[in-house]
């Protein structure tokens, strides 16, 4: 396999899986914005749509989209999903957190990263809006475990912590959030988390 990816963006969560997995790949860092690949080759070529992740299997097929790409991770690896602890439910409640971090909190981030310039009253309304989303993300923890579905480690973990690691980036702190400080640094203090942080250039 061969994993196409922008460093710390959200195809750092599939890079953090295989990682995680002990899985054999490859990886090939994109430049969106050039639209080439670390290579030269013209990376609409693998995805027409222009961003990461994508993933290319050993026959040349290419499966794109974040939320797709982490569900299949999740299927061939099930020690992410947790259905064989005797919760059949909780393969569908991956789906449901990978939902939520997809069309809400990574939304919320988006205009912090869309390069536009914001008045003061638009940059507060998206900090507030930031904000809400943080929140609820927040009240998930709430129901106990180190992670979002108790003390099992799974697909959804990893991309919350890409999301979360955003505020790094756009100068947030989630000193209002205690617990999710905390979670975002149990992830971090990972093995594969670290792994990947290197190989993406963004730890030493």
């Not at 990893?158 to 999710?180: D, H, Q």
Request: proline letters at 4%; one cysteine or more; a negative charge.
């Amino acid at each position: 396999m061969k994993l196409f990816y922008k460093p710390g963006a959200c195809s750092m969560a599939a890079h953090l899986l295989l990682n995680e997995a002990g899985a054999t790949y490859s990886l090939e860092k994109v430049d969106t914005t050039e639209g080439l690949t670390e290579t030269g080759a013209t990376y609409a070529q693998t995805n027409p749509r222009g961003y990461v992740p994508a993933l290319r299997f050993e026959n040349g097929d290419v499966l794109t989209e974040n939320v797709a790409i982490l569900h299949w991770l999740g299927e061939q690896y099930p020690n992410f999903a947790t259905d064989t602890a005797g919760k059949p439910l909780d393969r569908f409640r991956v789906l449901e957190l990978l939902s939520f971090l997809s069309s809400e909190l990574h939304k919320g981030f988006s205009p912090f990263f869309s390069g536009k310039e914001f008045s003061e009253a638009e940059a507060a309304e998206n900090q507030a809006k930031l904000n809400t989303k943080l929140g609820q993300f927040d009240a998930l923890l709430a129901k106990g475990g180190d992670y979002l579905l108790g003390d099992t480690f799974s697909v959804a973990d990893a991309y919350a912590f890409v999301i979360l690691n955003w505020t790094n980036f756009i100068g947030v702190s989630l000193g209002e959030w205690p617990k999710m400080a905390a979670y975002v640094e149990r992830i971090r203090a990972r093995p594969a988390t670290l792994k990947t942080l290197q190989e993406e250039g963004l730890a030493a």
